[in-house]
């Protein structure tokens, strides 16, 4: 039995108590929606959104063992075997050997680092919004590696080869993600107080 939202934003903010993590996995699980029902799998839509929800849910406080800790504290709380998976194959390569096997996986490799980056490159902006973000401007930011340096340009262009995508088509389709999903996303951190 699959995690509801509900249950997961519980599970979430249980270990995730900082701004900054809460609104990225926000932002994430908006994302992942907009691909489910882009990428002709809407009906698992909340699945894929359940999955952004939770896929950094050992970061906080754990962060030396990213995506190992987490699926130790998904198993405690009963979460199902098939979103433990999901969340900690965004890892592989790094902290885990467990390799994005299904779309839904490889979307979230592919496009958790690269939702940073944008986001980042939305605050730099006049408008702070991606609303006005052309392609063009983020593939120079993208191509910047001083930009948020913390975001791998290694893992989005990886991902974007697991998926058979050229690179341009993920910068892109991310970020028509996060312009359709910014009001949505605003809305729900604002909902955090």
Known sequence: ???????????????????????????????MGWYARELGYGEEADFWSVVGLLHDLDFEMWPEEHCEKSQELMKQAGVDERTIRATASHGWGLRVDIK??????????????????????????????VADMELKSLK????????????????????????????????????????????????AVAALG
Request: aromatic share 6%; proline share 3%; net charge negative.
């Open 1 to 31: 039995m699959s995690i509801t939202r509900e249950q997961a934003w519980n599970l979430l903010t249980q270990y995730n108590k900082e701004p900054f993590h809460l609104r990225h996995a926000i932002t994430v699980e908006h994302v």
């Open 100 to 129: 994005p096997e299904h779309e839904m996986e490889k979307v979230l490799y592919a496009s958790d680092e690269l939702t940073g980056l944008i986001g980042a490159a939305a605050l730099m902006r006049p408008s702070k919004s």
């Open 140 to 187: 120079k930011k993208f191509k910047d590696k001083k930009f948020a340096a913390g975001c791998s340009r290694d893992v989005i262009a990886n991902g974007a080869e697991l998926l058979g995508w050229e690179l341009d088509k993920l910068l892109d389709l991310t970020l028509k993600a996060m312009q359709a999903e910014e009001t949505a996303i605003e809305e």
